[in-house]
């Protein structure tokens, strides 16, 4: 694993510049953009302490990993501003036995930090290069708690079902049936529920029949694709 970080950090720097401190980045990450704008689940914290974001992004993009913003991975698509995963996975409100559904694994780095909070983490992407890229690194972090599968992740996972939570990391139009079917009594559901533009940031909560839907912020997410998502548009 070691020799894995050696190599990327020497790749990003053939400059023959010094590698940034990464550990030190991350750790005025945490405090200047989770802890001072209210994230306080201390697992949650200590989970975005221990993963290195800098080793989800494309080697141009190192050394920006730690900054305030979401960057492209690639395929159009983007890993999460770091207070958004922040938000996202402390309204899971995961204490550490779950089974956890994300749709949407994108560049891997939301699994890998949920992987650090719940038992077991589902991951589903539809793009399949970048499905492989983070299947790669999860392995290559030793991380081996996250199970990744291509296909449309708006039908959720059937054979696994049902998780505890379930994290939904791209804008949807709705909340897609399958995934409140696919939810515990009690389960929680976060997802950003909007127009392509702009969405809420949903905890929805299942009791029977009913849920409990509560707006926890606002954000802006590249769209959800497949059968309950957006219609694909030119190379979305
Ligand atoms: N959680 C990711 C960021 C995800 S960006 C991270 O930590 O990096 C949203 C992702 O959702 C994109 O990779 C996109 O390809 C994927 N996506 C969009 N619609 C999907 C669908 N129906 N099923 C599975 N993945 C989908």
Known sequence: ????????????????????????????????????????????LEAMRAVPRHVFVP???MPLAYTDQPLPVGEGQTISQPYMVAVMTEALELAGDERVLEVGTGSGYQAAVLARL????????????????????????????????IGDGTLGWPEQAPFDAIVVTAAAPRIPP??????????????????????????????GAQISTR?????????????????????Q
Not at 30 to 36: D, I, N, P, T, Y
Not at 120 to 149: C, K, P, Q
Not at 179 to 207: N, Y
Request: some cysteine; proline content about 5%; glycine content about 8%.
């Open 1 to 44: 694993m070691m020799a894995w970080f050696r190599n990327r950090r020497s790749k990003a720097n053939g400059s023959g510049e010094p590698a940034p401190d990464y550990a030190a980045l991350r750790e005025a990450m945490v405090e200047e953009q989770l802890v001072a704008r209210g994230i306080s689940d201390a697992r949650v």
């Open 59 to 61: 080697d141009e993009l």
């Open 118 to 149: 719940a038992r077991e983490v589902f991951t589903i992407e539809h793009r399949e290069a970048l499905a492989r890229a983070a299947i790669e690194r999860l392995v290559r972090l030793g991380i081996s708690n996250v199970h990744v599968r």
């Open 178 to 207: 399958p995934l409140l079917e696919q939810l515990v009594e009690g389960g929680r559901l976060v997802i950003p529920v909007g127009d392509e533009h702009q969405q809420e940031l949903w905890q929805v909560r299942k009791h």
């Open 215 to 235: 707006v926890v912020n606002y954000c802006r997410f590249v769209p959800l694709r497949g059968q309950y998502g957006w219609p694909e548009a030119g190379n």
